[in-house]
């Protein structure tokens, strides 16, 4: 195999990352992925920065043993704490998410946002720094969400529980007129039915799958590594907890895909 059609790899913290897989293959219908959901380790945000930076090792070596090509990591406090030294230490390209605070803050015409994340990712310097550099005039609203993680990757999207939380870290922001909302996880995008619920359609939200999406695309060009051959185009999906989640959660797309439990 031509080093153009090796895998894109990706990992998370669980299932979550899957919000940014799906946007890489419908926008890269000819490259091959694998996917990493390390929900044993769910959440990352409320683990130390060295734990964080040691499963990120971790994920990224078993995905370079696959022959992966570039790496994108599905995780926004992964990128936070573990990007830089990812690539400092390994000799192929590595996509990072950030929550989409330059966007929210550019415009944002009440001079006020939310932002939904790990408590790993808005304790991070990385986050710091963003912040700092695009929000001058803007007044943050940050809401660690706690527990909610937890019960996407327990497939409790849709219940009680879940809803009640986002209630309660979400109801505050709308006092403070904010008009756009970030979300800070790779996660939250499987609940923005029920966050437009809460916080009304007039509030923009913003997640990061698509840019992801876009700039891999860009860094494959630039490194001359896009996919030129079709052939044998099997997406494999790994978890080291219940693939029925996994699956259930991908079902809607179209494509050959394996889903496969793995202690990793």
């Given amino acids: 195999m031509t080093k153009n059609n090796q895998p894109i790899g990706l990992f998370d913290s669980g299932i979550g990352g899957t919000s940014i897989w799906k946007e890489v293959i419908k926008l890269l219908p000819n490259e091959k992925t694998i996917y990493l959901a390390d929900s044993k380790n769910a959440p990352y945000g409320e683990k130390s920065s060295q734990e964080i930076l040691t499963l990120a090792i971790k994920n990224t070596e078993f995905l370079i043993s696959k022959g992966c090509k570039l790496i994108i990591v599905a995780c926004n406090t992964a ?45 991070s310097k990385l986050f710091a720094k963003t912040a700092k550099e695009y929000t001058k005039n803007i007044t943050i609203i940050e809401q660690d969400g706690e527990g909610l993680v937890t019960l996407i990757e327990n497939g409790k999207t849709n219940s ?105």
């Fill in 160 to 264: 009680a529980e879940l809803n009640t939380l986002l209630t309660k870290y979400l109801k505050p922001m709308l006092q403070f007129n904010i008009d756009h909302l970030v979300l800070g996880c790779t996660h939250y995008p499987y609940l923005i039915s029920q966050i437009t619920k809460i916080i009304g359609e007039n509030v923009i939200i913003i997640d990061s799958g698509e840019a992801v999406a876009k700039q891999t695309k860009s860094v494959l060009e630039k490194n001359k590594l896009l996919a030129n051959s079709t052939t044998n185009l099997v997406h494999q999906l790994y978890t080291n907890s219940e693939p029925k989640i996994l699956e259930q959660i991908i079902k809607d797309v179209s494509i050959n895909f394996k889903v496969e439990k793995l202690d990793f």
């Fill in 79 to 123: 990128t936070t704490n573990a990007i830089d030294y990812l690539r400092e230490n390994y000799p192929i390209p590595f996509i990072g998410i950030e929550p989409a605070i330059k966007p929210a803050a550019l415009f944002s015409k009440t001079g006020a946002i939310g932002i939904l994340a790990t408590k790993g990712t808005l304790s």
